[in-house]
């Protein structure tokens, strides 16, 4: 019920502008109490759900430096739908990101949480003559949930994109829950929309993210 409360007030502007949806598997495993590796994949389909825009895999390796403060490191690979002039086809094109990130959490009122990720990004995109830079952002989310006796925390959040050098181009809205499955295991639903700052081409239409969750605990041997 909660789901659909997030979901349907968007989908009537949506029909104009084109449903997506972003469905992902995140895989985290624990080594030690203060760094772990997590794995994600995820699918990208634009054009009210009939066209795969882009598919991804990254990975990367977290410390945690005290209760609150944490930071990880990824490289992502993404295969972006584009179209060939020369075949005149479409095609997946290769580009490649690296990033890291600085996180941080604090619960700021009962069961109110305050989550603030600081992230720098650098992506290159595959070209005849080899990789091409494709940009390089600063990010800062700010995220609230709240935690409750039930299965479910809603959460609210803003990430906004600085195009180093440039411009802000971009913030992004999104709302969601999170549904604890098991003790390992949860599923993130949300609905998110990027709108553009200045003159930039950043907006985007309404999009649906769904993604399944595991955590494997770190367990220390007896």
Request: net charge positive.
């Given at each position: 019920m909660i789901v659909w409360l997030i979901v349907l007030p968007v989908l009537g502007w949506?029909?104009?502008t084109g449903l997506g949806l972003w469905s992902g598997v995140s895989l985290e495993k624990k080594?030690?109490?203060k760094v772990a590796l997590q794995v994600n994949t995820q699918l990208r389909f634009s054009e009210n759900v009939s066209v795969t825009r882009?598919?991804?895999?990254?990975?990367?390796?977290?410390?945690?430096l005290s209760k609150s403060w944490e930071i990880s490191g990824f490289y992502r690979y993404t295969g972006?739908?584009?179209?060939?002039?020369e075949t005149d086809a479409y095609y997946y094109r290769p580009y490649h990101r690296f990033y890291g990130q600085i996180t941080y959490d604090h619960k700021i009122w009962r069961n109110l949480k305050l989550d603030y990720r600081l992230r720098y990004q650098n992506q290159?995109?595959?070209?005849t003559e080899g990789l091409v830079a494709a940009g390089s952002y600063l990010r800062n989310k700010v995220e609230l949930s709240y935690?409750?006796?039930s299965r479910l925390t809603p959460f609210i959040s803003a990430d906004v994109f600085y195009l180093v050098g440039v411009e802000f181009d971009q913030i992004r809205y999104k709302a969601g829950v999170t549904m604890d499955l098991t003790k390992v295991q949860s599923l993130d639903l949300s609905v998110f929309k990027d709108v553009a700052m200045s003159d930039s081409d950043e907006s985007s239409g309404t999009v649906i993210?769904?993604?399944?969750?595991?955590?494997f605990g770190y367990k220390r041997k007896k």
């Open positions: 949506s029909q104009s080594f030690t109490k882009a598919f991804l895999g990254e990975a990367g390796l977290s410390y945690k972006r739908r584009k179209w060939n002039k290159f995109k595959d070209d935690k409750n006796s993210g769904v993604t399944y969750k595991v955590k």
